[in-house]
């Protein structure tokens, strides 16, 4: 049962463009919501992160946006840039499940030179 | 100065082997974790340690042994390997036992069982 989905496995983006990675949840009892970017032979590592009382958050060139309503939220990179290729993975935290962090299965972002 | 650290970064062993993971983190948290990634890319929990003291521990067969010896290590023990065990296995840590605090990871051990 997958609480927090990344639809897109891949995404392919030019340098200098937006890149837009989107996540879906269903259990509405997730509170708080991260993004943790890894490189290949890597752990991850945190990115971003929103509360459930806000719909933006923005750091330098990260934002995620939070629709409640829709279960959704993503992340904007502007403008991309080639270290920015890595897997992003979308994760969410609830109280109510003794705080432990649900992943998505993550989204491949390329950034080409 | 690495800030958590596994080891070994690469297991290959039989099916029917015991086997463990070693992590340390010098960071001074308070609360390690232990994460599987399978083949199909999932990144789940299994295990949580606050001060020594085991406080997560999900649906995992109970060939899987957590072991916190001090709050700087989380070793993962595994008895009687099976295929299915073959994954990368995270370690992570954090300063607070919430999933809002900043989890730091590990590199990966990636197993495999043959």
């Known amino acids: 049962d997958q609480q927090v989905k990344q639809n897109s496995p891949s995404l392919s983006v030019q340098e200098g463009r937006i890149s837009i990675l989107n996540c879906d949840y269903t259990n509405s009892m997730f509170d708080y919501f991260l993004w943790y970017k890894k490189y290949p032979a890597e752990g991850p590592t945190f990115l971003i992160s929103i509360s459930s009382i806000k719909d933006k958050n923005e750091d330098g060139r990260f934002t995620v946006f939070l629709n409640k309503s829709a279960k959704h939220l993503s992340l904007h990179i502007v403008p991309s840039q080639p270290g920015d290729s890595a897997v992003y993975f979308c994760a969410a935290v609830s109280g109510g499940s003794n705080y432990k962090l649900t992943f998505g299965k993550g989204t491949l972002l390329t950034v080409n030179p | 100065d690495t800030a958590v650290s596994q080891t070994p970064k690469y297991l290959v062993t039989q099916m029917g082997n015991d086997k463990s993971i070693k992590c340390e983190q010098n960071l001074g948290h308070d609360t390690m974790y232990w994460y599987k990634q399978d083949s199909k890319k999932f990144l789940k929990i299994m295990f949580s340690y606050n001060n020594k003291e085991l406080i997560i521990n999900e649906t995992v067969p109970n060939r899987f042994s957590p072991k916190s010896p001090d709050k700087a290590h989380l070793n993962l023990h595994i008895n009687s390997l099976e295929l299915g065990d073959s994954a990368v296995y995270f370690c992570?840590?954090?300063?607070?036992?919430?999933?809002?605090?900043?989890?730091?990871f590990g590199p990966g051990t990636r197993l495999t069982v043959l």
């Open positions: 992570a840590s954090s300063q607070g036992r919430r999933g809002y605090n900043e989890q730091f």
